[in-house]
């Protein structure tokens, strides 16, 4: 990748919050004849719904940035790391989700704390395999094994299969992965993604009885 592509591939986040909090900049302006189409239709898109927004709404936008600017470095990345999770949910399951933020809003002051303390309590893999959604987060001590050091041209096709699968396959496929050798993970995630959803039941307890 040229130098020029590598900058504007890490500014090109930034200057897209820019587009949604603010006027188009004109340095994004300067800019939009060389981003790819999609990104600069997104970027348009961007402008033109905040050119619609009531001066209120407009003020109240740019505070968010504000606050956003002001938080540390670390919470910022964690928190783009929870955003980006969330996106990468399926639907189902962030609907699942908002319904749990409403009971837990639900919750009393007291027992909401006691949620809290118990995340926190919890080691820092699993809160991570949390972000992975609620049907790979419970799952995920028993399938961390498999997730470890995945290649990165596996990873999001191996989630794809994972949250395409039965409790029940997840289940199995959790005891799987405990029972094979280090050395023997490679081959389990390559033949579980060349598996598909007619044949993954039948293909795991093969697997279990050998």
């Known amino acids: ?10 500014a090109l986040p930034l200057l897209l ?9 004109p340095a ?14 997104e970027i348009l898109a961007r402008d033109a719904h905040w050119r619609a927004l009531t001066p209120a709404r407009q003020q109240a936008l740019q505070l968010r940035m504000a606050r956003w ?11 783009r790391e929870q955003w980006q999770a969330w996106r990468a949910l399926p639907s189902a399951q962030q609907a699942r989700l908002r319904r749990a933020a409403i009971v837990f809003a639900a919750l ?8 809290h303390e118990r995340y926190a309590a919890l080691d ?16 995920y001590l ?16 191996l989630l794809a299969v994972l949250r395409l699968m039965t409790p029940g396959e997840r289940s199995d496929l959790a005891v799987l992965t405990q029972r ?6 490679d081959a389990l995630r390559r033949d579980l993604l060349a598996t598909n959803a007619g044949n993954r039941a039948a293909w795991l307890q093969l697997r279990l009885d050998q």
């Not at 820019?18 to 900049?25: E, G, S, T």
């Not at 600017?69 to 928190?79: D, K, N, S, W």
């Not at 399938?143 to 290649?151: G, I, M, R």
Request: aromatic fraction near 2%.
């Open 1 to 10: 990748m040229r130098r020029a592509d590598r900058l504007l591939a890490c």
């Open 17 to 25: 919050l820019a587009a949604q909090v603010m006027a188009l900049p």
């Open 28 to 41: 994004l302006e300067r800019l939009l004849p060389t981003l790819p189409p999609a990104q600069r239709e």
């Open 69 to 79: 600017h002001a938080l540390p470095t670390a919470v910022q990345a964690e928190r």
């Open 108 to 115: 009393s002051e007291s027992d909401r704390r006691l949620l």
């Open 124 to 139: 820092r893999s699993e809160q991570r395999g949390w972000l992975l959604g609620p049907a790979l987060g419970a799952v």
């Open 142 to 157: 028993h399938l961390q094994p498999l997730l470890a050091q995945v290649p990165a041209t596996q990873r999001e096709p």
């Open 180 to 185: 094979v050798a280090p050395q023997q993970r």
